[in-house]
């Protein structure tokens, strides 16, 4: 006797219809929409309420609208490549399920806000990948290269532990008020990629750091609003690397 | 072995290291004011309407009143350049993330930079050369000690 392939499954998840409210932009225009134009698009798809919101965007893509534009890669949290604005909270559509969402009710989709739209949800990453290059995203030290790993106790380890998390996927920074308002802040990832560092016994380049983020556009203009460490997909402390930023640099002391 | 460089879109304006740690100095002037103004407002808010007769005490006296000690004097002058130093660093701050033409963030800074130094100095006159006993108002409006000035 085989398996039960056919026995009717244990717990089966129920099938369900959503609708999904996308706020789609083609820059080549429709023939309803003028290039460049930003509208609402429905569509209903059947899914379990364990699928997740990037399953719905599949469904639509590859059965009711090819034209949909979004960004996905690992589709499994690791890539960063997805983060939206879904029912207004900055999430990674790959690890966002539909039972979390209330799926009665519309579930909406924008792109995440404060960059350039390209298309539908794909925005234009390269202010935000700038401002990460502009704080020195790696390591930088001084006299010979030893001829082994650079050793670090665990402690020393634990103090960066947290920022080492981050997969720049744009959640934090696209949900600051003071990133939408103003093109120039640094933004909490870029603090995030300098806090790695800055905290790295390893590191010899914590002061040009620094001396980055102490600028008018660096870490003074964070509010405390708290809106990226709401945001951030891989619970990194967002706004507590910032202030640990801030305090080094008030303080004078790593 | 030169790799090309990638290319970066032009630097955001480095304004704040022309003046080093000048928005620093500005956060941590935020953090000591706002305290300072929570103690003077709150102390403000309570002795005025809270003791004696309440909010029917506030009229022409009681200000006459308390103008006439030295300590109300000194800390409503400490209220008054505080709360438009910290409230106006704040709209400098505010001004910086929404005005993005270099000529609108100019005049709308010596706007609010002109409105801060001129109310903190028709605030001061007033305090400072406040008159308690103007000779022809009704007495009955005034505080008691002006019978002994009169
Ligand atoms: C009652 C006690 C007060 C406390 C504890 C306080 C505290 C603060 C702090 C800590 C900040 C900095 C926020 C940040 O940069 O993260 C701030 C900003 C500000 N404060 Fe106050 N403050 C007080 C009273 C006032 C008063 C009386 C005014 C107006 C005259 C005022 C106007 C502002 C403005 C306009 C900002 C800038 C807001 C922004 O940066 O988004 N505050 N306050
Ligand atoms: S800190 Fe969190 S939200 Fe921000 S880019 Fe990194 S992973 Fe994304
Ligand atoms: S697709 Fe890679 S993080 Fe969601």
Not at chain 1, 88 to 97: P, S
Not at chain 1, 117 to 142: G, H, N, Q, W
Not at chain 2, 30 to 58: A, C, E, K, W
Request: with cysteine; proline share 6%.
């Amino acid at each position: 006797m085989t398996a039960t392939a056919e026995s009717p499954a244990v717990g089966e998840v129920k099938a369900m219809q959503v609708t999904l409210r996308i706020l789609r932009t083609n820059p080549e225009g429709t023939d309803d929409h003028a290039p460049g134009e930003s509208y609402w698009q429905e569509f209903q798809v059947e899914a379990h309420a364990t699928d997740r919101v990037l399953d719905a965007l599949h469904k639509i893509k590859w059965e009711q609208d090819g034209s949909l534009a979004f960004r996905r890669s690992c589709a499994h949290g690791v890539c960063g490549s997805d983060a939206m604005r879904i029912n207004a909270r900055n999430r990674l559509a790959c690890k966002t399920l539909l039972k979390d969402l209330n799926p009665a009710k519309p579930i909406i989709v924008e792109p995440i806000k404060g960059l350039p739209v390209e298309k539908d949800l794909i925005v234009d990453m390269e202010p935000f990948f700038a401002s990460y290059r502009e704080i020195m995203p790696f390591l930088v030290t001084t006299g010979n290269a030893p001829t082994r790993e650079r050793l670090q106790s665990p402690e020393d380890r634990q103090r960066f532990d947290d920022t080492t998390k981050c997969i720049l996927c744009a959640a934090c920074t696209t949900s600051c008020p003071v990133f939408w308002t103003d093109g120039q802040y640094f933004g909490p990832q870029a603090i995030v990629g300098a806090h790695r560092f800055i905290f790295d016994s390893r590191d010899e380049g914590q002061w040009d750091r620094l001396e980055i983020l102490n600028d008018k556009a660096g870490v003074w203009k964070c509010r405390t609003a708290f809106n990226c460490t709401e945001a951030c997909p891989r619970g990194i402390e967002v706004t507590k690397a910032i202030s640990e930023v801030k305090k080094v640099l008030t303080t004078g002391e790593i | 072995m030169m790799t090309a460089q990638p290319s970066v879109r032009p630097p955001r304006t480095p304004s704040g290291r022309t003046r080093r740690n000048a928005e620093k100095w500005s956060w941590v002037f935020m953090r000591i004011t706002g305290p300072v103004l929570l103690i003077l407002i709150v102390t403000h808010l309570f002795i005025n309407l809270m003791t004696g007769d309440g909010i029917s005490q506030i009229d022409f006296a009681f200000v006459a009143g308390k103008w006439a000690s030295p300590l109300w004097q000194v800390w409503d002058l400490l209220m008054l350049v505080l709360a438009l130093l910290h409230g106006g660093n704040g709209m400098r701050l505010l001004i910086n993330d929404y005005a993005h033409h270099p000529w609108l963030r100019k005049v709308l800074h010596s706007a609010l930079g002109i409105a801060v130094i001129g109310i903190i100095v028709l605030g001061a006159l007033v305090i400072f050369s406040f008159d308690p006993c103007p000779v022809d108002a009704d007495p009955s409006l005034l505080p008691s000690f002006c019978e002994d000035v009169r």
